[in-house]
């Protein structure tokens, strides 16, 4: 992370509009992954009803300068048009931050529009994340495509090449905790650091309503916990060579912790929400076909882009968009097992209860790595 990125988050951090931007680019996806929450809309098959770039050009003008967007699938490989995508964000919107993530099945069309994006936007950082649940065969069946595991592996391997030659690209991995992955993530977390040179590893626990429902069942907390202490072990990686490395590490710690608190309370306590969430403030959902959503957990349209003139300050300002919103951050039922840990990550750090807390944490890492010296 180098200051220019710093000052990103920062800003992000502060920010009173939404934090965090997620683009479901498209519907369409070439894997049937027993996790995905967004199956039912894969297999409408809405992928023809994508926004188009001139539709996009229209709602980016009225959504203010975004830090960070997350452009995500279904794949997001899969739409020819991501350069002009992220053309448009960078002219209209300042982006700074780009996610994409992947199941990395389609290694040549991967790699050659990973390298024009690098190439045409070198201002922008892009983040790459290329998913990988289990080894072999086990992540096979997980993604639902024979040879999955192989061909993600050589994306993975080719996107790290690619950061020999552009430093504006970061490569992660993400693996999905679930029934089917538990019993081997430790294997498979050791197996990423061990052969990949990535910039960090993460994990997330299965969420909302998955095309397999037996993924969210008989969940092995202990497995978690140990896997957490796993990805934050090594996840330092990426901060070594900054100069504020130890104040930033600590903090990521800090809310990885606590997301990893929140996740076991709500597994636990399936009835209740460990967490304050802000929909629309702290991030804001946008379906491929110009559906605002409430979050990628509770299927619910404030309203498509289509029906007002793209104009998505107007629905963010609707009287039933407020009412929702009120209705959640005062602790609505139906969030209640939310397990969704980018909501959870913006809550915590854009909740001044929190600085306390993180501030005595910091301090007291600081503090114990001086006089262990
Ligand atoms: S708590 Fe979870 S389910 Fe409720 S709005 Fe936030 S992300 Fe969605």
Known sequence: MNIGQLVSWSKILFSSQSRYLLFHVTSMCNARC???????????????????????EMFSSYLPQQEIINLCGAEAFLR????????????????????????????????????????????????????????????????????????????????????????NLLVLTNTTFSASTQNSILETLSYLVDNFDLDTISMTMVRGDPKDPSQRRSLDLKKYREAVQYVTRYGRKGFKAHPLADFIWNATC???????????????HPSTR?????????????ENNGDIKLCEIIDKSLGNLRKFNYRLDQILELP??????????????????CTWECAMRSSIISSPMEYPKLGAYVAKQTFSKYLAA
């Not at 389609?106 to 201002?123: E, G, M, N, V």
């Not at 039933?320 to 097992?337: F, I, P, Q, Y």
Request: hydrophobic share 35%; with cysteine; net charge neutral.
């Open 274 to 286: 460990g967490f304050t969430c802000s929909p629309t403030e702290d991030f804001l959902v946008i």
């Open 34 to 56: 027993k996790h995905c929450f967004y199956w039912e809309s894969i297999e409408s098959k809405n992928y023809t009803d994508n926004l188009t770039l001139d539709e996009i």
């Open 80 to 167: 020819h048009d991501l350069a002009d995508i992220t053309e448009i964000f960078s002219r209209k919107n300042k982006v700074n931050i780009i996610a994409i993530p992947s199941n990395g099945i389609l290694t040549d069309q991967i790699l050659k529009k990973a390298q024009s994006l690098l190439s045409r936007f070198p201002h922008i950082a892009f983040r790459m994340t290329i998913s990988i649940d289990a080894l072999g065969d086990v992540h096979d069946q997980f993604r639902g495509v024979q040879g999955c595991f192989e061909k993600a592996t050589r994306t993975l391997a080719q996107l790290c090449e690619l950061k020999k030659h552009y430093k």
């Open 320 to 337: 039933e968009t407020r009412k929702l919103v009120e209705h959640v951050k005062s602790g609505a039922d139906m969030c209640n097992g």
């Open 254 to 268: 800090y809310t990885r912790e606590r997301v990893a608190q929140i996740v076991e309370k709500t597994l636990t």
